[in-house]
């Protein structure tokens, strides 16, 4: 079972509160709750947010969406206009598009969304001896969490050998 929440999971949609600031009450801004799920698959996402921030989610049976929002939820960054982007992490399409390595390239680039790991990391962990990708997990903690990574540290491990023997 793959299982993350964190801050306000108790709140509905239609929670009251919600719906009394919604209607111009003065106090913090209202409550916002999406949901999501599939019975079938096994996979829940439920979002609460103020002004567009990460205030609590649950996630359940999706873990690079758990991941995502683990990391905009202590960074206290907001989330996309566009919620279902978080859920199309773990959709098919996420696999075609390259997986989480495929929003950049460089340095910088997160390459371990879960342990929020950047390439550059990743690369000089390779650099200083780390030959497999257990060896990057221990040393990083990258390819510890949902595992759609661990192709990107395979493939960066592979190309720091094939320079060398060049």
Request: hydrophobic residues 45%.
């Amino acid at each position: 079972m793959n299982l993350a929440l964190a801050g306000a999971v108790a709140a509905d949609p239609w929670d009251a509160f919600s719906l009394e600031n919604a209607a111009g009450e003065s106090g913090p801004p209202p409550l916002q709750v999406s949901l999501w799920s599939d019975p079938e698959h096994g996979a829940y996402v439920k979002m609460a947010t103020r002004a567009g921030v990460l205030v609590g989610f649950v996630a359940l049976g999706m873990p690079r969406a758990a991941a995502e929002l683990t990391l905009l939820f202590e960074s206290g960054a907001e989330l996309p206009a566009d919620r279902s982007v978080i859920l199309r992490l773990d959709g098919p399409e996420a696999a075609l598009a390259g997986g989480p390595s495929a929003a950049g390239t460089g340095p910088e680039a997160t390459l371990c969304r879960c342990a929020g790991v950047s390439r550059g990391e990743v690369q000089e962990a390779v650099g200083n001896g780390c030959s497999t990708v257990e060896d990057i997990s221990r040393k990083t903690r990258a390819g510890t969490g949902c595992g759609g990574c661990r192709d990107g540290l395979r493939e960066l491990i592979e190309a720091h050998f094939a320079a060398a023997a060049a």
